[in-house]
């Protein structure tokens, strides 16, 4: 279980009659993310694989590799004044990838 502490939203679009851009970046923390999300628990999975390869009596070098998946935050904006939804986006959520290396204190007998 992860939990949300900061991000921000960056919601843009292009104004075709005027011929710009318009940005608005919202600032998200721990105080007023509830005008964003229903909570701030991210649930997610995670498989790792690691192997240890002998190198002396004290320590073992570690390779390893995972990949993890966070699942979505429930998006909640509402906007002030009316009780529609200010969705910029869909969901977030990712998938990552990733390599692990370290040692590995043997113990001693």
Not at 39 to 53: C, E, F, G, H, R
Not at 76 to 100: A, F, M
Request: aromatic residues 14%.
């Amino acid at each position: 279980m992860k939990i949300f502490v900061h991000g921000t939203i960056n919601d843009s679009y292009y104004n075709k009659l005027l011929g710009y851009s318009d940005e608005t970046i919202k600032i998200i923390n721990t105080k007023n993310y509830k005008d964003y999300f229903s909570s701030n628990i991210i649930p997610y999975l995670k498989l790792t694989l690691d192997y240890a390869v002998y190198t002396s009596r004290k320590f073992d070098f570690v390779i390893g590799g995972y990949i993890s998946y966070d699942f979505a935050l429930k998006y909640n904006d509402k906007s002030k004044g009316n009780n529609q939804l200010n969705n910029p986006i869909e969901n977030i959520s990712s998938l990552d990838i990733g390599l692990q290396l370290g040692t590995k204190i043997r113990p001693m007998n």
